[in-house]
């Protein structure tokens, strides 16, 4: 048995988690336009690079993790704005939730969604029956496919190369694409981006077998976590496997004033 997999998982950082969110989450946004990930103090904030006409800009999204007040976000991001953002604050899971609802709603923003944050330490990837195939999609062909069935252009030629830093995995049965997941590198971490499984094939074991394989491949390339933020019911399955909630991001947008 390999050394890492003899040791003893290391509690993943909620700040590190945060990071490779941010420029995970900054990657994907980056197939049309660049999109790039900057400090602005204690904040993170993800945004278009430079355009030549401001409307053309993309809404922003200010990252507040865990001790910033929602005051001093506010003025940051208002300050450090083009035009329309909204603001993603995390808290750790032993810090209720409540002292951020308030503070953001008491200064005119509205709560979305709620995300669990979840990492992966990679130490023990459990090894799992594969229900159907899943392969990493290395071709035209098969990233032609995935567009077709995702209605949006997932990877671009360069991602098909071995040592592309997002890795595209889809499972099928037969011919039929009935899942897929990604992973992106972000420095000696990965990030999961756009999990799905079909609605008919859920509870079979596709989800958790696309994962696994992806982590494993996640390893073998030297990576050393994986994170994403999941779905209240997603965050059920990713135990499964392995992660572990590190956080909660909570979406604010400001209201209409």
Not at 138 to 152: G, Q
């Amino acid at each position: 048995m390999a050394a890492a997999a003899r040791a003893k998982a290391v509690p993943i950082d909620i700040e590190r988690a945060i990071e490779v969110f941010v420029r995970g989450f900054a990657f994907t946004r980056s197939f049309t336009h660049p999109y790039v990930a900057e400090r602005v103090g204690p904040l993170w904030v993800t945004r278009d690079g430079p355009r030549k006409r401001v409307a053309e800009y993309r809404r922003e999204e200010w990252m507040a993790p865990p001790g910033v007040a929602p005051a001093e976000v506010d003025r940051l991001a208002r300050q450090g704005t083009r035009g329309a953002y909204a603001i993603c604050a995390f808290r750790r899971p032993d810090e209720p939730d409540g002292e951020l609802r308030t503070g953001y709603k008491a200064i005119g923003y509205r709560l979305g969604v709620t995300e669990p944050l979840m990492a992966h330490p990679l130490q023990r990837v459990p090894r799992l029956a594969e229900p159907y195939h899943v392969t990493r999609v290395t071709t035209p062909e098969l990233a032609d496919r995935l567009a077709k069935a995702t209605r949006s252009r997932q990877l671009l030629p360069e991602h098909l190369k071995p040592d592309s830093p997002l890795r595209q995995y889809v499972a099928l049965d037969g011919d039929q694409l009935i899942g897929w997941v990604k992973s992106i590198a972000v420095g000696d971490a990965t990030w999961v981006s756009n999990m799905y499984v079909a609605p008919e094939y859920r509870r079979r074991g596709v989800g958790r077998s696309m994962l696994v394989r992806m982590l494993r491949d996640d390893r073998a390339a030297g990576a050393t976590c994986s994170v994403l933020t999941a779905s209240h019911t997603g965050a059920l399955l990713y135990p499964v496997v392995g992660y572990e909630l590190v956080g909660e991001l909570l979406l604010f947008t400001p209201k209409r004033r």
